[in-house]
């Protein structure tokens, strides 16, 4: 009880710091726009300029909002720029005042900008409120501010105000400024919340018990994975302080391989918990869809939510989608071609770790594999690798019979990790089923048959 009520200061004391920080960013934000509602009513000396008004000054590692905005040298336009997103969020009613009526027209004054919520019944700001409230009347001013829209920027880069598209012949200054919900999360609370499974995210989180010194597999397969854990440790510091970031691309790619039940996922898992980064899997083969244009867009929604968050991005059955291109015979075969080298487009521009899992290494593209920094090959374990797993996989309160001699069971018979848990449940249920004592050695050879008759072999 101790401990999750610390737990909870803890959480109180972040929530606070964050609270904090956004409270005196808004009491700068208020004050702009009343400085911005006295110079157009002409109640303040000539002279007098919005950016009189300093944002308060942000203390590293107080706050996640805080930290952003240092991290990323926002100045006062942009800083001003995505406040004026999160209002309607943080303080809506401050807003309120871009609602009074043009008696003249019986709308909103078109110099606000704005528009209506299909729900909410504030003011959504749109790229128009921000020149306004900025520049007003000077145009070189409004000019240089929509710079501050280009793809590049910071806020738009790093996807924290999402673009939405505009209809043909609507000008740029109507785009709405709209915070994404993960990074408002962060700058509210410090955390983010994860995506479930759904048709908009078809991706599934994975986790695991086991730590990453504890996953056992070969000598070379273990070197390989030790080289994406450097990259995991050490890209921020190669990206930026060793000044690669214009040379070498974003993320790193790898492919994993071997039989199933080699361990592939679990080492995605391990990496992920090692380095507290959450891991999705996206199962390729359910999702490549037979209608044109349908995979394309259902992992487009992947990246979309994933960019920038450093997830990993685990893709399992990955030859179903990246396999040995077809030959164009039609429009449906070259259409395909066309949507695979979008998507691996879209692998090669994220920042962080992608994995594709297959059974069959000969299966993938070549022209893909020249693409990937690594690839990693998971076979079947080695004798004293699979004493290992089976030692591990059996629970230290369920003794085995005397005849079942591990040792002897890891020489004979050549099975996959994967494979010895599913016999180790096995031979577990049997016990608990008969009411037995101990482990019993025909149970144990029992589920090994029955594993190596799923693929068609014998004992």
């Given at each position: ?90 303080k ?15 709308q ?31 145009l ?27 209809p ?41 018990d ?27 510091f ?36 090692k ?10 083969s ?41 030959n ?23 920042s ?60 004979k ?35 090994i ?6 693929s068609?072999?014998?004992?």
């Open positions: 009880m101790e401990q999750l009520y610390d737990t909870r200061k803890l959480v109180s004391r972040n929530l606070r710091a964050n609270a904090d920080v956004l409270a005196a960013e808004l009491d700068w934000f208020e004050s702009v726009l009343q400085l911005r509602s006295a110079i157009n009513a002409g109640s303040v000396a000539e002279g007098a300029s919005i950016f009189d008004l300093q944002p308060p000054t942000l203390e590293p590692n107080k706050s996640a909002y805080g930290d952003f905005v240092i991290r990323h040298d926002l100045q006062f336009c942009d800083r001003f720029l995505l406040f004026l997103a999160m209002a309607p969020q943080i809506p009613q401050c807003l309120d005042i871009f609602l009074v009526q043009n008696s003249r027209t019986g909103i004054f078109t110099e606000f900008g704005g528009r209506k919520g299909s729900v909410f019944s504030g003011f959504l700001p749109t790229a128009e409120t921000f020149l306004f409230l900025l520049a007003a009347d000077d070189a001013l409004r000019f240089d501010l929509l710079k501050l829209f280009d793809a590049t920027r910071p806020l738009f880069a790093l996807n924290v105000l999402e673009y939405e598209p505009l043909p012949g609507e000008p740029l200054s109507s785009i709405p400024l709209n915070v994404s919900k993960t990074w408002f999360e962060e700058f509210t609370t410090g955390e983010r919340s994860r995506p479930r499974f759904s048709a908009e995210f078809p991706a599934q989180l994975i986790e695991t086991i730590d990453y010194d504890d996953l056992i597999v070969s000598g070379h397969t273990s070197g390989q994975l030790d080289l994406i854990n450097s990259w995991l440790i050490h890209a921020d190669m990206m930026h302080e060793l000044a690669l970031k214009n040379r070498l691309k974003p993320g790193f790619r790898t492919l994993f391989y071997g039989q199933p039940g080699t361990g592939k996922s679990l080492a995605a898992a391990v990496l992920g918990k380095h507290n980064l959450p891991v999705y899997r996206i199962d390729l359910k999702i490549v869809s037979k209608y044109i244009g349908e995979t394309g867009k259902n992992l487009a929604k992947v990246f979309d939510v994933a960019e920038n968050q450093g997830w990993i991005l685990f893709f399992d059955e990955a030859d179903a989608l990246f396999g040995k291109r077809t164009v015979s039609d429009a449906r075969d070259r259409y395909a071609n066309q949507e695979t080298s979008y998507l691996l487009q879209r692998i090669e521009d994220y962080g770790l992608v994995i594709l899992a297959t059974n069959f290494k000969q299966n993938i593209d070549q022209a893909f594999l020249r693409r990937f920094q690594s690839v990693v090959e998971f076979p079947i374990p080695q004798p004293d690798q699979r004493a290992l797993i089976w030692q591990q996989g059996f629970s230290a309160k369920t003794p085995l019979e005397y005849k079942a001699s591990i040792p002897e069971i890891s020489k018979y050549e099975l996959s990790g994967g494979v010895i848990i599913n016999v180790i449940q096995y031979a577990t249920m049997q016990m608990l089923k008969d009411n037995n004592p101990e482990i019993r050695y025909k149970d144990i050879i029992e589920g048959k029955r594993e190596l008759k799923k068609g072999r014998t004992l």
